[in-house]
Structures are given as structure tokens and as C-alpha cells.
């Protein structure tokens, strides 16, 4: 082709070697740490329920898409990162029906009703995460203790208490040490209860430039603030505001999921708005809701959010006015 050739074609006029299955296979990389602490400390009971989940969102996918003739995609690691995101919501104590359940509420209704990857208007494992939140709470609350269940994949329980119970005081208990939450040991959903395993796995995706820092940083500086202005009865301002962010799902839900590319703002204005939409979220229902963890539902919200935040902090066309008037005469 001449050197001076006009070439017209369609946008986007700049490309990224970057494609969905690696950044899919990227995140999953950085899962891996909590995974890991998730099995430490639950035992091969969480990696059963992991393996339950990744099956069926992957299952799942591959059979709706068949059903309604549509191209598989199951590949481009949309449903096995959806899988993960699951598992690490849910209590190692989760029967495996409920898992299924919770696959197919993430894939077929928040995915796959709304036209598949790149087409949903809420995070698909949490949609899975609060219908079965709703559905059978008391199945979804029910902790162990870490190391007391070991290699049964179907042991006989004893109920432990979350330390952001324990802050609430819907449950009685002692709080765990700073550093036990750091680390994750504590009670918990899977992947969600060390800190230090998901700080690296979302370090990881810093570097890799899979996320930027926008929403975590403004996620959990918020919550952070606001507990520290408004902290428990009877505790430390700085105590309280450790635990707080520490405590649940936050680090999982700032990092992996409230930085969901189709679910959040597209511009760098945008994401730290839904950022500190979601800390203050967190904040309210934990502080005023019957439940103790708003993770969940502060990011949905925020989710749900995101059209209306891109619409007004859309960046200007080039040569257009803010009211979208043209310079040009």
C-alpha cells in the first residue's frame, strides 16, 4: 500500500494489545494470594466450594450459550474470573446447592439477560452474592472460626462471630487483634479476610495496570475518615477505623470489584466519585442497617450509579463548548 494512501475506518483509532483474557487471567493471578489464605485458614473446604463456583459460572455460560446459539466465549475468562469473585463471597460453610444458585443468578440473570460480557449494569458476583444474601441469610452469616474445619469437605459446625458483629454488637465475642485481621484470622467469607493477601493482589494489578488507584484509594480513605469522625461507643478513633476497614469484605470489594471496567465510571473524575460513594455507602448500612458488612451492596448501588455519574462528568468533545456548542462557526 502507498505510503500516502488515505485509510478511513471506524473507531477506536487507538488500539492496546491488552485483551479481555489477560486481563481476566490477571486478575485471577492476583486472587491467588486470598485463595490461598482462604484454604489456610478454612481448610479444603473452601477450595471445594471455589472449585463448585468456577464450574458452574463456566458451565453455566458454555450451556446458555449453546442454548441460545450464541458464540461460546467461555475463553475469554469472564465466567472463571465471576466464578472466583463468588467463591470469595461466600462462607466455606456454604452448601453447594447455594453455590449453584449463586452461579446462575451472576451468569444467566445479571450477565447474560443484559447481552454477556461488557453488557451487564451490576457486578454479576454480586448479584449472585445478595440474592443468596437475601434468600438464605442465615446459611450466608454462618462463620467457623479458622483451622477448625481442616479436611472435611462436610464437617459438623460451630458458628464464630465477624469481628464488624462484634463492633455492632449484634454478637458477642472478643475482638481479634490488629494483626490477626491484618493477616486473616478470623472469621469470614473466603477470600475475603486477609488483608495482606489481597494489598498483594491488588498491588499486583496496579503494576500490571489492570486498575488504577482512583477507587480503591478513594473507597478506603472514605470509610476510613468517616469511622474515624463518627467511631464506635467506648472505642479509640484510630482503633476503630483499622478495624473498620480491616473488617469485611473492603480491600476484596476496592480492589476487585468496585473496579469492574463495564460496572464503573469510565473517566478519572467518575471513579473516585463511585470510590467515595462507596465508602460513605459502607458506612451508613454498617452504622444504621441490621446488617453488619455493606460492601455488597454500597458497590451494586454505586453500580447502578455509574450511567448517571458518566453522563455529567463526561470529559468536553474536542472543539465543543460544555453546553456541547461548537466552537467552529
Known amino acids: 500500500m502507498d505510503s500516502n494512501t488515505l485509510v478511513v475506518s471506524s473507531s477506536p483509532h487507538i488500539k492496546s494489545r491488552e485483551t479481555t483474557t489477560r486481563i481476566?487471567?490477571?486478575?485471577?493471578?492476583?486472587?491467588?494470594?486470598?485463595?490461598?489464605?482462604?484454604?489456610?485458614?478454612?481448610?479444603?473446604?473452601?477450595?471445594?466450594?471455589?472449585?463448585?463456583?468456577?464450574?458452574?459460572?463456566?458451565?453455566?455460560?458454555?450451556?446458555?450459550?449453546?442454548?441460545?446459539?450464541?458464540?461460546?466465549?467461555?475463553?475469554?475468562?469472564?465466567a472463571l474470573v465471576t466464578g472466583l469473585l463468588l467463591a470469595m463471597n461466600l462462607p466455606a460453610t456454604a452448601p453447594w446447592w447455594m453455590v449453584v444458585v449463586g452461579a446462575l443468578i451472576a451468569i444467566i440473570i445479571a450477565k447474560q439477560l443484559f447481552g454477556g460480557t461488557g453488557h451487564n449494569f451490576v457486578n454479576p458476583a454480586l448479584a449472585g452474592r445478595a440474592f443468596?444474601?437475601?434468600?438464605?441469610?442465615?446459611?450466608?452469616?454462618?462463620?467457623?472460626?479458622?483451622?477448625?474445619?481442616?479436611?472435611?469437605?462436610?464437617?459438623?459446625?460451630?458458628?464464630?462471630?465477624?469481628?464488624?458483629?462484634?463492633?455492632?454488637?449484634?454478637?458477642?465475642?472478643?475482638?481479634?487483634?490488629?494483626?490477626?485481621?491484618?493477616?486473616?484470622?478470623?472469621?469470614?467469607?473466603?477470600g475475603e479476610t486477609?488483608?495482606?493477601?489481597?494489598?498483594?493482589?491488588?498491588?499486583?494489578?496496579?503494576?500490571?495496570?489492570?486498575?488504577?488507584?482512583?477507587?480503591?484509594?478513594?473507597?478506603?480513605?472514605?470509610?476510613?475518615v468517616l469511622s474515624f469522625l463518627f467511631p464506635g461507643a467506648g472505642m479509640d478513633r484510630l482503633t476503630y477505623a483499622a478495624y473498620?476497614?480491616?473488617?469485611?469484605?473492603?480491600?476484596?470489594?476496592?480492589?476487585?470489584?468496585?473496579?469492574?471496567?463495564?460496572?464503573?465510571?469510565?473517566?478519572g473524575k467518575g471513579q473516585i466519585l463511585m470510590?467515595?460513594?462507596?465508602?460513605?455507602?459502607?458506612?451508613?448500612?454498617?452504622?444504621?442497617g441490621g446488617y453488619p458488612e455493606g460492601v455488597s451492596y454500597a458497590i451494586l448501588l454505586m453500580n447502578i450509579a455509574t450511567p448517571l455519574i458518566d453522563k455529567y462528568l463526561r470529559p468536553t468533545k474536542f472543539g465543543a463548548t460544555k453546553r456541547g456548542r461548537s466552537h467552529v462557526a
Open 194 to 224: 486477609s488483608a495482606l493477601a489481597l494489598l498483594l493482589g491488588g498491588i499486583y494489578l496496579l503494576l500490571r495496570r489492570v486498575i488504577s488507584i482512583r477507587i480503591p484509594l478513594s473507597f478506603i480513605g472514605m470509610l476510613a
Open 24 to 78: 481476566m487471567l490477571d486478575v485471577a493471578i492476583a486472587l491467588v494470594p486470598a485463595l490461598l489464605c482462604g484454604i489456610i485458614f478454612f481448610g479444603v473446604r473452601a477450595l471445594y466450594i471455589t472449585v463448585v463456583s468456577v464450574v458452574s459460572c463456566v458451565g453455566l455460560e458454555y450451556l446458555w450459550q449453546k442454548l441460545c446459539k450464541k458464540r461460546v466465549t467461555i475463553s475469554d475468562g469472564t
Open 275 to 288: 470510590g467515595l460513594g462507596c465508602g460513605v455507602l459502607t458506612f451508613v448500612i454498617r452504622r444504621f
Open 244 to 267: 473498620s476497614i480491616l473488617g469485611g469484605g473492603v480491600f476484596l470489594g476496592a480492589f476487585f470489584m468496585a473496579t469492574d471496567y463495564t460496572t464503573s465510571p469510565i473517566t
Open 132 to 190: 443468596l444474601l437475601a434468600s438464605w441469610p442465615v446459611l450466608m452469616t454462618k462463620w467457623v472460626a479458622p483451622f477448625t474445619l481442616g479436611f472435611s469437605v462436610a464437617p459438623d459446625l460451630l458458628s464464630s462471630a465477624t469481628p464488624l458483629a462484634i463492633l455492632k454488637g449484634t454478637a458477642e465475642g472478643q475482638l481479634p487483634s490488629l494483626m490477626d485481621m491484618f493477616l486473616g484470622n478470623i472469621g469470614g467469607c473466603i
